[in-house]
T-cell receptor, first 117, second 118 residues
Framework: DTGVSQDPRHKITKRGQNVTFRCDPI?????LYWYRQTLGQGPEFLTY????????KSRLLSDRFSAERPKGSFSTLEIQRTEQGDSAMYLC???????????????FGNGTRLTVT | AQKITQTQPGMFVQEKEAVTLDCTYD???????LFWYKQPSSGEMIFLIY??????QNATEGRYSLNFQKARKSANLVISASQLGDSAMYFC???????????????FGAGTRLFVKA
């Protein structure tokens, strides 16, 4: 168990540019989650996957955000035409599925801190 | 709609004393799970304790206990014998049971920042 890995740790980009983040979950976990966290606030749910299926996407998420998990392993989160309001920490988490202990806690990565200038 | 409320933005506690962090939730599901996480200034999210909606006993994990009052929809975290290292943000979270999609998400409250005084 090497934990949840996120890359990059930090990203600075200019407004209007596209950015992509990667998350590698714990290998035996089939659920993967993306959250956004701003300073002093709780993680805000963005979307989650069970295997390769994206089961839910937050209504707060604009069309500029898209996430994929093509083979049910790693996931990418892309933000197109970034805005200053996108500056935040983007957290990825994984957990086992119901058959593996459906109430297991989320295991979080260290996050990707995005700064849009 | 699913919702978690933490009404205490900040709390102070004297070292070695106990402290209670409040959490109320709202859900229409009968099956759900409640979690508490700790986030130190270093940023990592650390799982502390879990309570299932059907669990009759309050969960305990070392110095952490969860005061679960289902009828009131509250799941308060009690930290006994506070230590300086307990200073951190604490988040209450809820995961609902299966929906039509066969999956479920976890949502978080806004958090409580705990300061432990020496």
């Amino acid at each position: 168990d090497t934990g949840v890995s996120q890359d990059p740790r930090h990203k600075i980009t200019k407004r209007g540019q596209n950015v992509t983040f990667r998350c590698d979950p714990i290998s035996e976990h089939n659920r993967l989650y993306w959250y956004r966290q701003t300073l002093g606030q709780g993680p805000e749910f963005l979307t989650y996957f069970q295997n390769e299926a994206q089961l839910e996407k937050s209504r707060l998420l604009s069309d500029r955000f898209s996430a994929e998990r093509p083979k049910g392993s790693f996931s990418t989160l892309e933000i197109q035409r970034t805005e200053q309001g996108d500056s935040a920490m983007y957290l990825c988490a994984s957990s086992p599925g119901a058959s593996q202990g459906g109430n297991s806690p989320l295991h979080f990565g260290n996050g990707t801190r995005l700064t849009v200038t | 709609a699913q919702k978690i409320t933490q009404t205490q933005p900040g709390m102070f506690v004297q070292e070695k004393e106990a402290v209670t962090l409040d959490c109320t939730y709202d859900t229409s599901d009968q099956s759900y799970g409640l979690f508490w996480y700790k986030q130190p200034s270093s940023g990592e999210m650390i799982f502390l304790i879990y309570q299932g909606s059907y669990d009759e006993q309050n969960a305990t994990e070392g110095r952490y206990s969860l005061n679960f009052q289902k009828a009131r929809k509250s799941a308060n975290l009690v930290i006994s014998a506070s230590q300086l290292g307990d200073s951190a943000m604490y988040f209450c979270a809820m995961r609902e049971g299966y929906r039509n999609t066969g999956g479920f998400k976890t949502i978080f409250g806004a958090g409580t920042r705990l300061f432990v005084k020496a």
